[in-house]
């Protein structure tokens, strides 16, 4: 009998071990729509290894990057670190991991008083390998490796806009750079209209052949570009060290022809309309593709970036995904917006011809509901755009939706700055809200790493940066935490903190109901002022409806809601659902303040 029961044991175990390793298999075959998105930084992670903190580098702060007291320099976080939480990760029911830029940075730029770290990976001098702030490419593929073993996707954030800043320009050479126009400093002429004659038969960067930018000689048509000796070779691979793959025209307005051609705050600003620089990136991130097995980008200010080079660029990176076996390769490109402006992010879909991208009009809608106190009917105008998008409805669903980011700043920050007679347990009801919002309606929800250990921030940029490992930052461990008397001075990892237990729940029901993931939306109603907002996620197979309500006012709510006229029954799925329509096609909800429901139909056929 004690044989049998070892017997017995062992096979169970093997059947275990390979029913697991089915489903870390089964993973490429998922959808955009049908992950949970989390995203880091990781140099605000973990710090697996504090032997790689200064890179190798000698001497202090301004030589290594590395300084865990100040917000804008290296603090340690690492991928040994990362590898180390992908239990956390996964346990929050996580399923891809948008990893912040790895790759080798700058480390430290910006004017004497006023310099900073490349911590954020942003400042990319070798395109090619792991900062070694972070780790080596051994263990890149032991972190990728590690997430595929658990089922779980590695979506890498690339930069093809801009390098770090080592051009330099003598005209301005130790001042900001104001943008130079083509219209007042032709390619034709050195230096502005009265110049020398150069570049003879250029016919501009509109016109994108070979051809055309091989009579591209010199770079001085707005400002003599210049590298100071000591960072001559510096960026990898070596074409990048030639002024001549750059506009050097000066800084950005963010407006006009400036967006695409300027420098972002005096980063060298790449000229992606040359088919040699297309080439590039082409081969630079086919190659993470083919040696890690990545299975999506989000393109860092895609915005900035001139639409040829999307439409040439994002083909060649699903083939190479289709080469590599990864069938469901997710691209999203970041197109800034601060309000719900869906006209806009919808353009760099149907020009530009990028998959999705990030879905900026989500955050401001949300923010406008739960922060403002704006209607609802915000929610209703940003979703009745989504026939604007490449693909309508369908690229809708796989639109990346946040409510906090890196950049942007919290919600936490945003509902405390614009809601400040509330109290900490109205905003966390209010952060678990925007929550549920992310995780039912449509879309791939994005965790921003600290929002579900209740981090809000002090503002945007450095200050939404905080470092999930023990803190050293005083103006990050003064900051008052969501649903926790936790501080940042301490790890906050916390599985029970009541964020991260209400996300562990949200992330289960989408798991476990395809209309959440994969279903038609339908707005049934919403309110003027803070209120209802109700619709219907459509199973894509059995047609049934879920019915999703929220309350976004602080008073309780009774209301009728339209549904599906056929359906006679509902069963609760969070929340209280009444368990029959008030009559066919309308349904009787109550809703608590600042809650929701979630109710699935039962007959609908």
């Not at 180390?84 to 029911?93: N, T």
């Not at 954030?157 to 330099?168: E, F, K, L, W």
């Not at 001042?175 to 570049?199: E, H, K, L, Q």
């Not at 755009?385 to 409510?403: C, H, K, R, V």
């Amino acid at each position: 009998m004690r044989r049998s029961a070892r017997l017995l044991a062992c096979s169970w175990l093997l059947w275990l071990s390979a029913a697991q390793a089915a489903d870390a298999n089964d993973f490429r075959e998922r959808l955009p729509q049908d992950e949970v998105v989390y995203f880091l930084l990781p140099d605000r992670f973990e710090n697996g290894d504090p032997a790689n903190d200064r890179a190798g580098l000698k001497g202090d702060r301004l030589e290594t990057g590395f300084d865990p007291t100040h917000k804008g320099f290296y603090h340690g976080g690492d991928l040994k670190g990362l590898i180390s939480r992908l239990d956390y990760i996964q346990g929050l029911g996580a399923t891809a991991i948008w990893l912040g830029p790895i790759y080798k940075n700058k480390p430290v730029q910006g004017p004497p008083g006023n310099e900073s770290a490349g911590y954020h990976g942003y400042w990319i001098t070798d395109f090619t390998r792991v900062d070694d702030h972070f780790g080596t490419q051994k263990d890149m593929k032991a972190f990728v490796d590690a997430a595929h073993a658990r089922g779980m996707k590695v979506y890498l954030d690339i930069i093809t806009n801009h390098t770090a800043d080592v051009i330099s320009y003598r005209q301005c050479s130790n001042t900001a750079c104001v943008f130079r126009s083509p219209a007042d400093y032709p390619y034709s002429r050195a230096g502005g209209t009265d110049g020398s004659a150069i570049n003879e038969g250029f016919l501009g960067e509109r016109v994108q052949t070979e051809a055309n930018f091989a009579k591209l000689k010199r770079a001085d048509y707005a400002y003599e570009p210049f590298v100071r000796p000591h960072e001559a070779k510096v960026k990898v691979p070596e074409w990048l060290n030639d002024p001549i793959w750059y506009h050097n025209r000066g800084d950005t307005t963010f407006r006009g022809e400036s967006s695409i051609m300027g420098d972002f705050v005096g980063l060298d600003d790449l000229m992606t309309q040359n088919p040699r620089v297309v080439q590039g990136f082409v081969d630079i991130y086919g190659r993470w593709i083919e040696e890690f097995g990545v299975d999506g980008f989000r393109i860092d200010t895609a915005r900035h970036v001139n639409p040829e080079f999307w439409q040439a660029f994002v083909p060649a990176m699903l083939a190479k995904a289709k080469e590599r076996n990864i069938p469901n390769f997710h691209i999203f490109g970041e197109v800034f917006a601060e309000n719900i402006d869906v006209a806009t992010l919808a353009r760099h879909t149907r020009v530009d011809k990028l998959p999705t991208v990030l879905d900026f009009a989500f955050r401001a809608a949300v923010l406008e509901t739960l922060t403002k106190n704006a209607g609802p009917d915000k929610l209703t105008a940003l979703f009745n755009g989504d026939s604007l998008y490449e693909g309508g409805e369908a690229t809708a669903l796989q639109l990346p939706t946040f409510i906090s980011n890196h950049d942007a700043g919290r919600f936490g920050f945003y509902a405390r700055k614009h809601l400040q007679g509330a109290s900490d347990a109205e905003v966390l009801q209010r952060s678990l809200l925007a929550h549920a919002m992310m995780f039912t309606l449509r879309g791939v929800p994005v965790i921003y790493a600290g929002d579900e250990q209740g981090f809000a921030g002090d503002g945007v940029d450095q200050d939404a940066r905080e470092d999930m490992f023990p803190s050293r930052v005083a103006v990050y461990n003064d900051n008052v935490l969501l649903g926790t008397k936790a501080t940042t001075a301490q790890s906050n990892f916390d599985r029970n903190h009541p964020l991260y237990s209400a996300i562990k729940e949200m992330a289960a029901l989408r798991k476990d109901h395809a209309a959440l993931r994969r279903g038609k939306q339908i707005v049934r109603n919403y309110s003027e002022k803070p209120g209802l907002f109700a619709v219907s996620r459509i199973d894509p197979q059995t047609e049934r409806e879920i019915v999703i309500a929220f309350n976004t006012s602080t008073e309780p709510l009774q209301a009728n809601v339209e549904v599906d006229v056929r359906t006679r029954a509902f069963t609760s799925l969070q929340g209280t659902c009444a368990p029959r329509p008030s009559a066919p096609g309308s349904y009787r909800v109550t809703l608590e303040p600042l809650s929701y429901v979630v109710c699935a139909a039962q007959d609908a056929t």
